[in-house]
C-alpha cells in the first residue's frame, strides 16, 4: 500500500503481472458518494506526494469504489468558506492548483476511469490526467456556473485547450452533465466503455502509452500551453459567445459571462498564469450575494430533498393511481404521472373533458418525441398509462386518488365521500384545491387519516412544486404516500399545515395586495409589472395575475380576507375586481390588465390595452409618484412578512422549505433565495425599520411580527451564514 486514508488510498497495481501502477481510489468513508472536502484534498496532496516519492512506478490509474466517481466539491462548506475572505479564497484555489498540477506533472503517463458522475472538482480532477476512460452511463461536466461560482480548480484553463474554446464553453457557461457519447465527441475523453471495463481499458490506454502508441507527453504539451487560437480567432469565438450567453442568463446570473472571460483572459497564458487569472475571479464571485444565495438555495434543496426521502421510507408503494376531473389540472396530473412511469385513471363526468384532458396529453408527449427525448413507440406505451373513465369502474385496486374537480366545496365533498365508497381501506385520498380548507373537506370522510391535500401548480408539468397539506386528522401514512407520488412524478413536495392559502398563496396574496394598493394611489400598472421583472420575478404582478386569472384571483382573494380579516380584508374595490367584474379574466379571454394576442408559435402575446387603462382609473384614489425602490419595498414586504407569519404560525415548519415553497411554486428570483434568505439579506432590523414605516400609512399588511421585532432587536437571523455585501 503506497498510501491509506479516509477517502483515498494507493496501492500497487498489476499491468502485465508487474506491480508498478499506482492504482489511486476515492471511496470516501461513511457516504454513499465521493466529494472533495477540505479533508479529502488534503488527503489528495498526501497520496500524490506518497506517488512521486514511491520508487518504480511507470503509471497511475485514477478510480473510485464507489457508484459514482466523484460528485464535486463539498458544497456545504462553501459558506464557511466563502466567509474567510478573496484573500484566502485565491490562497485556496492556488493550493489546489498545486495538487492538480503535481498530478499533470508525475514522471509517467496517467488516466482516470470515470464511473456514474465526474461534476464540478470531480470533473477538474480527471482533466489533470493524460487520458479518461469514460462508463457508458456516466456523466460529467462543471456545472459551477448554477451556484453562481466557476471552476476554479483548472477547468477553465484545461478544458479549452483539450475540447476547443466554442465547446469548453458551451459546457461551462451551461453548466451541462454531458453524456459520454457527447464527452466522446468532443474529445472531452478517450474511450467509453461498459462500468465493468473501466479499469482494464484503462490499463489498456497506459500500455499504448508505455508502448509510444500513444504520445502523453504531447498531451500534456496541450494542456499546459496557451490556447492554439489566433487573436482573431479568440476575439471571434469570445465576443459571440458573451454576447449570446449574457442574453440568455439576465442580468441577474454574472458567472456565466465571467467563465467566459476567464477562459479569453487565460487563452494566451500558460498554466501557471491561467490559473492564477482563474482563481482570482473565482474569488472575486464567490463573495457575491448571488453566489451566496445560490449556494443557499443548493442546500436548502437537500434540506426539502432529505426531508421527503424519509417521508418516502414509510410510504406504502404508489402503484396504480386515479385523478378525479379531466379539466385543466386533472388533465396535467394524468400527463405528469404517465409521463413518469405510475399508471393513472383519469375520470370525468361529461365526455368531452376526457377528449380534451386526453388531447393535451397527446401534444405533450408528441413535442417530447419531436424533441428526440422519447421515441414513437415510448409516446404510444406512455398514453396507454392514462386510462380514460366515465365510472367508477376500476377504483377498488387504486393506491392513492387526486380529486380535481371544480372548485367548489358541494362539489368536492359529494365527490371524495362517493369516492371514499368505492376505494379500498387504506386508499389515501388527496384534493387539489387551491382555497378549500383541508380540515374542512376532511369533515364529512369516514377515514380523515387517509386524506390530504395534494396541492399543484398550473402548468403541472412544468411547475415543480406540489404543496402536501396536512389537516388536522390527517395521518402519518396519507402525507408519506402522498409525498412519495409526487416524487415518483418528479415534483418537489413540501409538506405544510391546512390554513386559507396553505403556504404558497397564503404568501402571493398579500403581494398583491400591495399591488392593489399600489395602483390605487397612481402608480402605472406596466411600470410595477417592470420594477418587478428587473428585480427578478419571472413577471410582474399584473401579468402574473392575467396568467392565474382575474376570477380565480377573486375567489381566492375573499378566501383569504375572510381568514386573516385583520390585514387581508378591506373596503372599496381593488383593480383585481374591476377586471373581474368587466369580464376581463386575463389570458383565459384574451383580456385582462393586458390584451393578448397569439404569437408566431400560437402563444399568448400581451400587448397593451387602453381599455384596462380606463377601466383601473376607476380605484385611482391619488397621483403619488414612487420610486422603484418604493415599489419593490411595497410589492416585497406583505410577501415577506406573510411568510414570516407562516413559520411562526407553524404552517411551514423550516426557512429553507418555506424559501423553496415560493422559489419553485411562484417563480420567487432564485438568485435571491428566497423571502427569509431576502429579509436576512436586508438585515432583520432593517426589513423590521421599513416595514413599520410603510405599516404607519398602509396598515397591518405592512406590520411585522412581534418576534420579527424581537429577532431584530437580539440580532437573529433566519439563516446561521451571512451574505457578503
Ligand atoms: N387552474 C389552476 O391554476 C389551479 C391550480 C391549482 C389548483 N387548482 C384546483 O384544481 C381543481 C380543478 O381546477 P381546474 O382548473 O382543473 O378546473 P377545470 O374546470 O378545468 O376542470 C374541472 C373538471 O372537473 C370535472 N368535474 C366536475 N364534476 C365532476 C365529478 N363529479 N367527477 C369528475 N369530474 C368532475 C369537470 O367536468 C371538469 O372537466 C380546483 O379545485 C382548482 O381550485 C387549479
Not at 479549452?160 to 461551462?172: F, K, L, S, T
Not at 404568501?507 to 395602483?519: A, M, R
Request: hydrophobic residues 40%.
Amino acid at each position: 500500500m503506497i498510501y491509506q486514508g479516509n477517502a483515498i488510498t494507493v496501492a500497487r497495481g498489476t499491468q502485465n503481472g508487474g506491480d508498478d501502477i499506482a492504482m489511486l481510489t476515492f471511496d470516501l468513508k461513511g457516504e454513499s458518494i465521493n466529494k472533495l472536502s477540505s479533508a479529502v484534498v488534503a488527503e489528495l496532496d498526501d497520496a500524490i506526494k506518497a506517488i512521486q516519492g514511491e520508487s518504480g512506478l511507470k503509471g497511475l490509474v485514477i478510480g473510485s469504489a464507489k457508484d459514482v466517481f466523484i460528485v464535486g466539491a463539498d458544497i456545504t462548506e462553501f459558506h464557511g468558506l466563502f466567509d474567510k475572505g478573496e484573500e484566502y479564497l485565491v490562497e485556496m484555489n492556488l493550493k489546489v492548483h498545486d495538487i492538480f498540477n503535481a498530478i499533470e506533472d508525475l514522471p509517467f503517463p496517467t488516466v482516470t476511469a470515470i464511473n456514474g458522475l465526474a461534476l464540478g472538482g470531480g470533473c477538474e480532477v480527471t482533466l489533470t490526467t493524460d487520458f479518461r476512460v469514460m462508463g457508458e452511463k456516466a456523466k460529467i461536466g462543471l456545472p459551477e456556473t448554477k451556484l453562481g461560482i466557476l471552476p476554479g480548480w483548472g477547468g477553465c484553463v484545461r478544458l479549452p485547450r483539450m475540447i476547443g474554446a466554442d465547446n469548453a464553453i458551451e459546457w461551462i457557461a451551461g453548466g451541462t452533465e454531458n453524456r459520454a457519447d457527447a464527452a466522446l465527441k468532443m474529445g472531452a475523453v478517450d474511450a467509453v466503455v461498459p462500468d465493468e471495463s473501466l479499469e482494464a481499458a484503462a490499463l489498456d490506454i497506459l500500455a499504448r502509452a508505455f508502448s509510444g502508441e500513444l504520445d502523453y507527453q504531447a498531451r500534456r504539451d496541450e494542456k499546459k500551453g496557451p490556447l492554439k487560437l489566433n487573436p482573431i480567432e479568440q476575439m471571434m469565438a469570445f465576443e459571440t459567445a458573451k454576447g449570446y450567453v449574457k442574453g440568455k442568463a439576465g442580468p441577474h446570473y454574472p458567472a456565466p459571462v465571467e467563465a467566459i472571460k476567464v477562459i479569453q483572459k487565460g487563452a494566451g497564458e500558460e498554466r501557471g498564469r491561467a490559473q492564477a487569472i482563474e482563481a482570482k475571479a473565482f474569488a472575486k464571485l464567490a463573495l457575491s450575494d448571488v453566489a451566496f444565495n445560490l449556494v443557499g438555495l443548493f442546500l436548502n434543496d437537500q434540506v426539502v430533498k432529505k426531508k421527503a426521502g424519509k417521508y418516502e421510507k414509510q410510504a406504502k408503494a404508489v402503484k396504480q393511481t386515479a385523478v378525479l376531473g379531466a379539466g385543466i389540472m386533472g388533465g396535467g396530473i394524468a400527463y405528469q404521472s404517465a409521463s413518469k412511469g405510475t399508471p393513472i385513471l383519469m375520470k370525468d363526468i361529461k365526455e368531452e373533458a376526457i377528449e380534451l384532458g386526453l388531447k393535451e396529453s397527446r401534444k405533450l408527449f408528441a413535442k417530447q418525441a419531436e424533441r428526440g427525448k422519447l421515441t414513437t413507440e415510448q409516446m404510444a406505451e406512455k398514453l396507454t398509462h392514462i386510462r380514460p373513465t366515465l365510472s367508477y369502474g376500476d377504483f377498488g385496486h387504486v393506491d392513492l386518488v387526486v380529486e380535481a374537480v371544480v372548485e367548489n366545496p358541494k362539489v368536492k365533498d359529494k365527490v371524495l365521500t362517493e369516492v371514499e365508497g368505492l376505494v379500498a381501506e387504506d386508499t389515501i385520498l388527496t384534493s387539489n384545491t387551491s382555497t378549500i380548507s383541508i380540515t374542512r373537506l376532511a369533515e364529512n370522510l369516514k377515514r380523515p387519516e387517509n386524506f390530504c391535500g395534494m396541492h399543484f401548480f398550473n402548468p403541472v408539468h412544468r411547475m415543480p412544486l406540489v404543496e402536501v397539506i396536512r389537516g388536522e386528522k390527517t395521518g402519518d401514512a396519507a402525507v408519506a404516500a402522498t409525498v412519495a407520488y409526487a416524487r415518483a412524478m418528479g415534483k418537489t413536495p413540501i409538506v405544510v399545515n391546512d390554513c386559507p392559502g396553505f403556504l404558497v398563496n397564503r404568501v402571493l396574496f398579500p403581494y398583491f395586495g400591495g399591488f392593489s394598493l399600489l395602483v390605487e394611489q397612481g402608480a402605472d400598472f406596466q411600470h410595477i409589472d417592470k420594477v418587478m421583472e428587473k428585480f427578478g420575478w419571472p413577471m410582474g404582478p399584473a401579468y402574473l395575475l392575467d396568467v392565474v386569472g382575474m376570477d380565480t384571483a377573486v375567489h381566492a382573494n375573499e378566501v383569504m380576507a375572510e381568514g386573516f380579516p385583520d390585514r387581508m380584508a378591506r373596503e372599496g374595490k381593488t383593480a383585481i375586481q374591476v377586471m373581474y367584474e368587466n369580464e376581463r379574466l386575463g389570458q383565459k379571454n384574451d383580456k385582462g390588465f393586458y390584451a393578448y394576442e397569439e404569437d408566431k408559435k400560437g402563444k399568448p402575446k400581451k400587448v397593451n390595452d387602453d381599455d384596462a387603462y380606463a377601466l383601473v382609473k376607476q380605484v385611482v384614489k391619488e397621483q403619488k409618484t414612487f420610486s422603484d425602490d418604493d415599489i419593490i419595498a411595497r410589492m416585497m414586504v406583505p410577501l415577506c412578512l406573510e411568510t414570516v407569519r407562516c413559520l411562526e404560525d407553524d404552517i411551514v415548519s423550516t426557512p429553507a422549505e418555506a424559501d423553496m415553497a415560493l422559489i419553485y411554486g411562484i417563480g420567487f428570483p432564485p438568485f435571491r433565495g428566497g423571502a427569509l434568505r431576502y429579509i436576512d439579506a436586508m438585515g432583520v432590523g432593517e426589513f423590521v425599520k421599513l416595514a413599520e414605516g410603510l405599516a404607519e400609512e398602509l396598515g397591518p399588511l405592512y406590520a411585522p411580527t412581534d418576534k420579527l421585532r424581537k429577532m431584530a432587536e437580539t440580532g437573529e437571523r433566519f439563516y446561521s451564514s451571512q451574505a457578503k455585501s
